[in-house]
């Protein structure tokens, strides 16, 4: 009996799991999937047509119901928008503030926080809000608005607004549903409006985020903001001098304090060198950063894009809801379904527009019938409102081919309800005046509506015109280069060696010093069986037993070369190899000789710059060989592989071998190019090439405030290519050319001069210091010319010249004022390429001679024609010219 009922309960026990098992999986499949769709739809994701998420929408639609023309508390506008929206005030305010921060839509006043810093906004009941006259403008028409209940069915809410602008691409946004997330990237809003109007005219677009903090961004990796796209941003940082950088912009989506808090992070982690950091944020960012003296700034700017949130990668992906499924698109597709968006809600409201001027026609033409031919006469004699109704409506048949619709009973009734005073003040000049203007208001609008096209393309032009004014590109376009984060990394640790028990590390602090190095470093170890192994450095780590050789590795250089000699293990034969190694597996042991027991290591060196080197060897003396020493010079083998088997030394055992004398390089001068779209030097090939350099050479930078600096040729070099005008390679013969614009003596002045100085960088200012002076001109080349243009004071004709500048001043020093480019007043200076010195010996040079026999040198200048063919003639030969009109 009690097995049976032990059965029973077991079956009833398995059937209840089953069924609540069930239930569960259908709560699953249910809850779950309704609360995901709602999320997407209702919270995360914002929607194609107007580009707002619910909240967002809310909010403007509530903000439009109290729209007064004055500003309303926000917490007052969150209390509004509470009727529609059925989530906390916290939600809302959050939103609402965002929209504010964005500076598009609404208009603010008080303390919203600063998305710069980081700082939040004051409480909503001490800051205010209102629609802006944009917002007016772009987001609002009942009439063409989709209507639906509000959550508590109380009232009617907008189901999307006929947002006419591309809202989503200028503003940006941000959402994380389930399993679904957006990202998109603001953008710059007259390059929407400008991108918008190619759209319409059939041309190809390219539109690139543009982010309200400024900076500098790479979008070689955007792709259109698709799946997979990334965008590198970087801080604008600035070298005010040796010991100071100044950040003046900041990435987007960090603030100051993360900034700063990164920058400080990395310092005690020892992946930069700072002394000071100060946060002088107000109305616009400044983060200055005070140097080491022994830390160079351009190489400190390189470790903060490297280690700090001065540099950040960004990730868009485009995801909106369109007709109540998320769509994943490409900002380019997004734009061109918006602006088709936009023309069509401007036919919609054209149209309506021209259904209310009909309206209105129609009833005028009813009033001037009605009150002309005198038929409010029949509702005196009528016995009843129906049978006026009826008498106006006979009465009216006769004119019904003069209308635009039929004659419905609400028009009967309002011709009815006109007064007595308006019939007998009524001007039958002035009803036809107001009809005539409808008619052209209606012509207006058809016409319009037969050229849509235009009628938008002129919409979005009114826009740009009318609210682009202090909206233009702050985030600059740039390519950045690469920056390998140990090339960058300081010196923060030091390598020590135990070479007799095999270990390595920066903890070995009472083994030998090797060098100073980074925690990012590598390691090449050499050992005596011929083993070498690379890895990462670590506070101590064993590597094998009689340690050759260890240094910090760098991966590719193909300058260092190691030069060795070993003992075959089985042949007992002595080698001589040559070789480099450029590229391993870390932790992976590589065999340098020829993989046989008992081989070892009998000499070995490191040469940076693949130097070679006489050896003496010293044979065993009870060897059979007659000469008991020799000597081998390393410059007669070649460079090759570590895996080579090398050349045979001798065949007689050796007892030692000791350095006798050093020989020449194996490699030459390097060849250094500058590449001016990331303003860095490489010697890959990609830009300008400055020539072949040796240790003592220098490169010469000449900026647009008219300074000059050396630098060395370390690939570390930054140049700012917004203020570079020239990089080349600094020769003892190198002439500077000038043409600057003084501004205390308001004067075109012209310097020739040679470098002088040998301070690396630092600046060298070589034009005057007043604050309107400028640089107009300058050139390296052997004979430069500029064509200057200025007008004949008496025959108020105007006058065009080459001047060749080695012909007005010689050479002088750097700091010289030089002379004056001409006695006349010049109109303008620019370069001119000139072919022939002889064209240049027959053109009168302004400045070496008073301003009457200039102005007769001027008279006997050939014709019109003999310049124009002078002219051409000069395109025969072209110059290095480096300028710039400021």
């Not at 109540?324 to 401007?346: A, I, W, Y």
């Not at 004979?783 to 200025?790: E, K, L, Q």
């Not at 010049?826 to 002889?838: D, K, N, W």
């Amino acid at each position: 009996m009690s097995e049976n009922n032990g059965n029973h309960n077991t079956s009833v026990a398995t059937k209840i799991i089953q069924n609540t098992a069930h239930h569960l999986e259908t709560l699953y499949q249910n809850w779950f999937l309704e609360y995901a769709s709602y999320v997407v739809l209702e919270r995360a994701i914002p929607a194609l047509e107007d580009g707002l998420k619910p909240v967002q929408r809310r909010i403007l639609h509530a903000m439009k119901m109290m729209d007064d023309g004055r500003f309303h508390k926000v917490a007052n506008v969150i209390g509004q928008t509470m009727q529609y929206h059925p989530h906390g005030d916290a939600a809302i305010g959050d939103a609402l503030v965002n929209l504010g921060q964005k500076e598009l839509l609404i208009e603010t006043q008080g303390n919203w926080g600063d998305t710069r810093t980081g700082d939040a906004a004051a409480a909503s009941r001490y800051i205010e809000a209102q629609l802006s006259k944009f917002a007016r403008e772009v987001a609002f028409n009942a009439d063409i608005t989709p209507w639906r209940p509000s959550y508590d069915g109380r009232r009617n809410e907008p189901v999307v607004l006929p947002m006419k602008f591309p809202l989503l691409l200028a503003q940006g946004a941000e959402g994380i549903a389930v399993g679904l997330v957006t990202k998109i990237m603001p953008h710059n809003f007259c390059e929407l409006l400008d991108a918008s109007i190619a759209i319409l005219q059939g041309e190809e677009i390219v539109i690139l985020p543009d982010f309200p903090a400024g900076g500098m961004a790479d979008f070689t990796n955007y792709n259109e903001g698709k799946k997979g796209s990334r965008v590198r941003v970087r801080a604008k940082i600035e070298v005010l001098d040796r010991s100071t950088l100044v950040i003046r912009e900041i990435p987007y989506g960090v603030t100051t304090t993360g900034v700063i808090d990164s920058i400080i992070k990395a310092n005690d982690d020892g992946k930069i060198k700072i002394k000071h950091i100060v946060d002088n944020t107000a109305q616009n960012v400044e983060i200055m950063i005070e140097v080491p003296p022994d830390i160079s700034p351009l190489v400190c700017i390189d470790a903060l894009y490297a280690f700090t949130d001065c540099e950040v990668s960004l990730s868009p992906l485009c995801c909106v809801i369109c007709q109540e499924k998320p769509r994943f698109l490409s900002v380019n597709e997004l734009l061109r379904l918006s602006t088709q968006r936009t023309v069509d809600l401007l036919r919609r409201e054209l149209e309506v527009k021209l259904h209310e001027l009909e309206e209105k026609w129609h009833f005028a033409m009813l009033e001037k019938i009605f009150i002309e031919r005198r038929l409010y006469h029949s509702i005196e004699t009528s016995d009843s409102e129906e049978a006026a109704v009826t008498t106006i409506t006979t009465g009216l048949q006769p004119f019904a081919g003069q209308l635009k619709r039929a004659i419905r009973g609400d028009d009967v009734n309002k011709l009815m309800e006109i007064r007595i005073k308006r019939i007998t003040r009524y001007d039958a000049r002035n009803a036809e005046k107001s009809i005539q203007t409808l008619d052209n208001e209606m012509r207006k609008i058809k016409n319009e509506l037969c050229h849509l096209t235009e009628y938008a393309i002129a919409y979005f032009q009114s826009l740009k015109e009318n609210y682009g004014k202090g909206r233009e590109r702050r985030t600059q376009i740039r390519t950045f280069e690469t920056i390998a984060a140990t090339e960058v990394a300081i010196a923060n640790q030091k390598l020590y060696v135990n070479r007799k028990e095999g270990f390595v590390g920066y903890g070995l602090k009472k083994d030998e010093f090797i060098c100073d190095c980074s925690d990012l470093d590598d390691i090449i170890v050499f050992l005596k069986n011929g083993i070498c192994k690379v890895l990462r450095i670590t506070e101590k780590s064993f590597v094998g037993k009689d340690i050759v050789y260890a240094a910090v590795w760098r991966k590719n250089d193909q300058r260092m070369v190691y030069n060795m000699v070993y003992k075959d293990g089985e042949s007992s034969i002595s080698f001589v190899k040559r070789f480099s190694v450029t590229a391993v597996t870390r932790d992976k042991e590589y065999d340098l000789t020829q993989g046989t027991a008992n081989s070892k290591v009998l000499y070995f060196t490191a040469n940076p710059n693949g130097a070679t080197e006489v050896i003496s060897v010293h044979l065993h003396p009870n060897c059979a060989a007659k000469k008991k020493e020799l000597e081998f010079d390393f410059a007669t083998l070649e460079i090759k592989g570590r895996d080579a088997k090398g050349n045979i030394l001798t065949k007689y055992p050796v007892l030692r071998i000791v350095h006798k004398a050093a020989g020449a390089a194996s490699f030459g001068a390097v060849q250094i190019w500058y590449d001016p779209h990331v303003g860095r030097l490489n010697t890959s090939g990609n830009g300008q090439l400055l020539g072949a350099f040796q240790d003592e050479d220098t490169i010469l930078a000449i900026t647009r405030d008219g300074s000059y600096q050396l630098t060395s040729f370390e690939m570390s070099n930054r140049y700012d290519i917004e203020q570079t005008l020239m990089v080349q390679k600094c020769t003892p013969d190198c002439v500077i050319t000038a043409v600057y614009f003084d501004g205390e003596k308001r004067h075109y002045f012209v310097k020739r001069f040679q470098i002088e100085t040998t301070t690396l960088d630092k600046k060298f200012l070589f034009i005057s210091e007043h604050a309107d002076s400028r640089l107009v001109f300058v050139s390296t080349a052997t004979d430069p010319c500029v064509a200057i243009n200025y007008m004949r004071k008496k025959s108020k004709e105007e006058i065009h010249e080459i001047i060749k500048l080695v012909d007005v001043i010689e050479l002088k020093g750097w700091k010289s004022l030089g002379n004056r480019l001409s006695t006349h007043d010049l109109s303008s200076v620019t370069p001119a390429e000139v072919a022939a010195s002889a064209h240049v010996a027959d053109a009168p040079v302004a400045a070496a001679i008073p301003e009457q026999a200039a102005e007769q040198a001027q008279e006997e200048k050939p014709d019109k024609q003999g310049k124009k063919e002078s002219d051409q003639a000069k395109q025969a030969v072209r110059q290095d010219l480096f300028w710039d009109v400021l």
